[in-house]
């Protein structure tokens, strides 16, 4: 069983995110998603426990996935929980080249671990946590972008710039 980690911020969860975590999850017999918190980033939307219950809420069911906090460096963090495969969702050239370097680094720290990057689906591969963010503060729907809870954690923070733009 090859049990693999899937990191980052989800500041929030959106669709993009989920579909990696499925076909990650159907590939590697155990996917934990791995939580940044916030000392890395200090300037999220959600704190680290908002992120992890997000990504809980839309992880429900799912087949030999886990959801994680981590903080520090990311290959610590596989040591740790003896995982050799580092998952990375690219969405387009754009992501490459940042992508790349960190999988470089990542193995030259821990050269146990391998990257392994999956192409984000079509449909998703204009979504970004930072574009969903600033869509539903500037009161616009994402529903068609993020999973279910991700939608009512955005409406409970920007639900007043919706209506206003309702009303407009
Ligand atoms: O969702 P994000 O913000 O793009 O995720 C970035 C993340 C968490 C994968 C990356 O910042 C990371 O691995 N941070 C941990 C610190 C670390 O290991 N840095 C060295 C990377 S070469």
Redesign the pocket.
């Known amino acids: 069983m090859v049990h693999a980690v899937y990191?980052?911020?989800?500041?929030p969860l959106h669709n993009g995110h989920l579909d990696v975590i499925k076909r990650a999850g159907r590939i590697f017999g155990k996917l934990t998603v791995?939580v940044?918190h916030n000392a890395?980033?200090p300037h999220t939307l959600f704190d680290v426990e908002e992120r992890v219950a997000l990504v809980r809420a839309a992880t429900e069911g799912l087949a030999h996935v886990e959801v994680a906090t981590?903080g520090?460096?990311?290959?610590?963090f596989c040591r740790r929980v003896e995982a050799p495969v580092i998952v990375?969702g690219l969405r387009a050239i754009s992501d490459f080249e940042t992508e790349l370097?960190?999988a470089h680094?990542?193995r030259q720290?821990h050269p146990g671990v391998e990257t392994c990057f999956v192409m984000t689906a079509t449909r998703w591969s204009y979504v970004s946590?930072t574009r969903v963010k600033e869509i539903a503060r500037l009161g616009a729907d994402v529903t068609k972008l993020v999973p279910r809870a991700s939608l009512a954690a955005l409406d409970a923070r920007f639900g007043d710039a919706k209506a206003a733009r309702g009303r407009g």
């Open positions: 990191p980052g911020s989800f500041d791995a940044l890395e980033k981590f520090g460096l990311l290959v610590d990375k370097q960190q680094l990542n720290m946590s």
